[in-house]
């Protein structure tokens, strides 16, 4: 029996998602969160086999809810699960040790297989996609400004739209997270961009691309 946990903000996701597992003879759904903070207690408390996790959550990204999960559970499974096709969530899941990454369009039947099989030990990602990770992870940043080799990929991400003029609101309806999330990170990168404002990180950003251009 493969014991499964299921982190959705929407009862009626979750409701679903458990009559349709709780079907299956080796399949059981032991919990339920709402929160990536209820699904850090409730792993730790009911000890699924696979927990099925939604990216966007309320509280925090459902990407550093696997990333808290696996570290404290490295046997445990976790299936992320977004309604949006997005690369930098799923280089971010892979990165926090997600087993795999399905859109909640995918059919019932290819969701339960995935659960399945992450359930005994399989994984889920394409191996192209995990090729070009760890191809990342080897050669982050190249030669580029050492100030900008400081972030994270997701506040690279974060910056670029900055640099395209986007509010925090804007940016965080593009990549699923919450505006006070994204506020968070804006203020992380004009820490480690050492500038006191959007408009200078836009600026910088800026100027460090057209010195890699004339470079280059």
Same mark, same amino acid.
């Given at each position: 029996?493969?014991?499964?946990?299921?982190?959705?903000?929407?009862?009626?996701?979750?409701?679903?998602?458990?009559?349709?597992?709780?079907?299956?003879?080796?399949?059981?759904?032991?919990?339920? /969160? %709402?929160? $990536? *903070?209820?699904?850090?207690?409730?792993? =730790?408390?009911?000890?699924?086999?696979?927990? #099925?996790?939604? &990216?966007?959550?309320?509280?925090?990204?459902?990407?550093?809810?696997?990333?808290?999960?696996?570290?404290?559970?490295?046997?445990?499974?976790?299936?992320?699960?977004?309604?949006?096709?997005?690369?930098?969530?799923?280089?971010?899941?892979?990165? /926090? %040790?997600? $087993? *795999?990454?399905?859109?909640?369009?995918? =059919?019932?039947?290819?969701?339960?297989?995935? #659960?399945?099989? &992450?359930?005994?030990?399989?994984?889920?990602?394409?191996?192209?996609?995990?090729?070009?990770?760890?191809?990342?992870?080897?050669?982050?940043?190249?030669?580029?400004?050492?100030?900008?080799?400081?972030?994270?990929?997701?506040?690279?991400?974060?910056?670029?739209?900055?640099?395209?003029?986007?509010?925090?609101?804007?940016?965080?309806?593009?990549?699923?997270?919450?505006?006070?999330?994204?506020?968070?990170?804006?203020?992380?990168?004009?820490?480690?961009?050492?500038?006191?404002?959007?408009?200078?990180?836009?600026?910088?950003?800026?100027?460090?691309?057209?010195?890699?251009?004339?470079?280059?």
């Amino acid at each position: 029996m493969i014991k499964v946990m299921l982190v959705d903000d929407h009862e009626v996701v979750r409701q679903g998602l458990r009559s349709m597992l709780d079907a299956q003879e080796d399949l059981e759904v032991v919990a339920e /969160a %709402g929160t $990536a *903070g209820e699904a850090v207690l409730r792993a =730790r408390s009911y000890k699924p086999d696979v927990v #099925v996790l939604d &990216v966007r959550l309320p509280d925090r990204s459902g990407v550093l809810a696997c990333r808290d999960i696996r570290a404290e559970h490295p046997d445990m499974a976790v299936l992320m699960l977004t309604s949006f096709s997005d690369d930098q969530a799923l280089f971010d899941s892979i990165m /926090a %040790g997600a $087993a *795999g990454y399905v859109l909640k369009q995918i =059919r019932g039947s290819e969701l339960v297989d995935g #659960v399945r099989r &992450v359930g005994n030990g399989e994984s889920l990602l394409d191996p192209a996609v995990t090729a070009r990770v760890l191809e990342r992870v080897r050669n982050p940043k190249g030669d580029e400004d050492p100030r900008l080799a400081r972030l994270t990929p997701t506040e690279a991400r974060i910056l670029e739209m900055i640099a395209e003029g986007r509010t925090n609101r804007e940016i965080g309806e593009r990549i699923h997270l919450a505006e006070k999330t994204v506020k968070n990170y804006v203020s992380t990168i004009l820490t480690k961009l050492q500038v006191s404002r959007r408009a200078e990180a836009a600026a910088y950003l800026a100027e460090r691309r057209n010195r890699h251009d004339n470079d280059g």
